[in-house]
């Protein structure tokens, strides 16, 4: 089966777009609610839910605390966590980015002019169309700059999509049929057992990534490197300065949902190195 991510303007109608995909294929949709259901059933926190949004963080948290780190690692942890079944349609929040080297991902971009756009919104909210058009200009760059800030990439780069689609042209009828027949069609590969797992394995590093720096315990000398060796199984490699900070590490990341197994090279270096 099919694993789609679906990225859309502001006011495109991505989402009725991707529900209609979805229905079509018989594959389970991802949007906003499904995505911190998922999260929450990952272990993940109430707290740290909220974090979950596709908002570049603000010049205080970017320079005073490590939270815009943890959400990102989070996000990925839960988007990998889906993709690893290897079907389904996720909406935005950045899917196509993280999914990116998984060639068994088809990536599509819903777009429309921002005239559509500030006009359906509109239409549909009672807005007179000086603040829909800014709304929709508001929107697009809190988007872009959610991928600028954390990917380094630009949201609206072509290249990172297989296929995209101009709702002035074409209309949604036409565009739920094109992905629905794309993703059936022999160049869209089935996911394979080695990407699968190579999904589930980054899912479960993203969610230690996002404990570890959660608990303060990134090193004066670099951050830890941490790797899903196997199902369940992590290895946790770096440098500390003391048998307490690499003890508190190892139980940090055993502690964290899915893990079964930890191993460590952790070297503590001497006194005053």
Not at 18 to 45: C, H, N, P, W, Y
Not at 94 to 115: G, M, N, P, Y
Not at 129 to 139: E, F, G, H, I, P
Not at 230 to 241: A, D, I, N, S
Request: proline letters at 2%.
């Amino acid at each position: 089966m099919a694993l789609i991510t679906i990225t859309s303007s502001f006011g495109s109608g991505g989402e009725k777009i991707a529900r209609r995909v979805s229905e079509q294929l018989g594959l389970e949709l991802f949007d906003d609610r499904k995505l911190q259901e998922r999260t929450l059933a990952m272990g993940i926190s109430k707290e740290d839910v909220g974090g979950l949004d596709e908002k570049a963080p603000g010049l205080f948290d970017r320079l005073f605390t490590n939270r815009p780190a943890i959400y990102l690692d989070l996000l990925g942890s839960v988007v990998y966590d889906i993709a690893s079944n290897g079907e389904g349609v996720i909406i935005g929040h950045a899917a196509q980015v993280f999914l990116k080297d998984f060639d068994c991902a088809l990536h599509v971009r819903i777009h429309a002019s921002e005239t559509a756009r500030s006009q359906w919104l509109a239409r549909e909210e009672h807005m007179n169309q000086d603040a829909s058009l800014n709304l929709v200009r508001k929107m697009d760059k809190r988007f872009n700059d959610f991928i600028q800030y954390g990917f380094n990439r630009d949201w609206n780069d072509l290249s990172e999509y297989d296929l995209v689609l101009n709702l002035d042209k074409i209309g949604g009828d036409w565009a739920v049929k094109l992905i629905a027949d794309l993703s059936r069609s022999d160049e869209i590969k089935e996911c394979s057992l080695s990407s699968l797992e190579a999904m589930e394995h980054s899912s479960l590093q993203r969610k230690v990534d996002a404990a570890i720096i959660k608990n303060h315990l990134t090193s004066s000398f670099g951050p830890f490197h941490v790797e899903a060796t196997g199902k369940g199984k992590v290895h946790v490699t770096g440098l500390t300065y003391s048998n307490e900070d690499r003890n508190r590490v190892v139980e940090v990341v055993k502690s964290v949902p899915g893990v079964s197994e930890v191993t460590a090279d952790i070297t503590v270096m001497p006194p005053g190195y």
